[in-house]
């Protein structure tokens, strides 16, 4: 069952939305080489503790950390660790927090020095193939619209969307219906309405979308070991166009 946000509650998720997105904003400025992902966890957690919201990831579903962190092929869910980040890696960063009983939700790809042509094209593009499912949140919509806005941006740019993995809705739970895939066709699925809250989160890979799961039952890497990039924002669907919510 999809669930309809009031106005009043939107503002709840935009309050919780714009401490995830100052807490990526935070880290995301910490990220050189010679820095832990270990490091960057505590930061995260720290700070959101101190802007009065509770970091939603640790302990969901058993998952041990605040922050995660996803390095080169790892696509998503990856353990932050002691490892230093070297020159030319990129780190993906997924962060959520509850406040006042809702969630908020954001991720991020951000380069490590100086990166690879390859890997910045992988991140502008999968950044823009965001921007792109994000513009298509409008009443009367479809959802195939957003997935099939995100699908063409990657795949024009020689990438691949990760099937695996898909979006969400988001609301006083971190995950609700409908699920919001990254490919798909447009014109099909459920119809858009005013006050649906969706996680839109492109995962891309430089290579063929296969992942698999490593032996600690969380972190999703390539299958082909090629570099993955992960982008996401919260976004409100209103009877003015998409509102994102985890800006910070």
């Known amino acids: 069952m999809i669930l309809i946000k009031s106005a009043a509650e939107i503002e709840i998720m935009r309050a919780a939305g714009r401490v ?28 959101a503790r101190s802007l ?40 993906s960063m997924d962060f959520g927090v509850v406040l006042d009983g809702f969630y908020g939700d954001a991720a991020t790809t951000v380069a490590v020095g100086q990166i690879s042509p390859q890997a910045l094209a992988l991140l502008e593009a ?16 479809h959802l195939g619209d957003v997935s099939s806005a995100v699908q063409k941006v990657v795949e024009a740019a020689g990438f691949s969307v990760v099937r695996q993995f898909v979006g969400h809705g988001i609301g006083r739970g971190l995950h609700e219906d409908p699920q919001v895939p990254n490919f798909g066709q447009p014109g099909r699925g459920v119809r858009l309405k005013a006050g649906m809250v969706l996680a839109i989160e492109p995962m891309v890979n430089a290579g063929g979308y296969e992942v698999r799961i490593l032996q600690d039952g969380w972190t999703a890497v390539t299958v082909d070991g090629k570099l993955s990039a992960h982008f996401e924002h919260t976004v409100a669907v209103t009877a003015d166009g998409p509102r994102i919510l985890s800006l910070p």
């Not at 904003?25 to 957690?45: F, H, I, N, W, Y």
């Not at 058993?62 to 490892?83: I, M």
């Open 126 to 141: 999968t950044e823009a193939s965001l921007t792109a499912g994000i513009a298509q949140c409008r009443p009367g919509n």
């Open 20 to 47: 995830v997105g100052q807490v990526l904003e935070a880290v995301s400025r910490a990220v050189k080489p010679g820095v832990s992902t270990a490091s960057l966890d505590r930061q995260a957690e720290e700070m």
């Open 52 to 91: 009065g919201a509770v970091p939603a990831f640790k302990g969901y579903r058993g998952y041990p950390y605040a922050l995660c962190c996803s390095v080169n092929e790892q696509v998503v869910h990856g353990f932050p660790g002691p490892a230093p980040l070297k020159e030319g890696d990129i780190l």
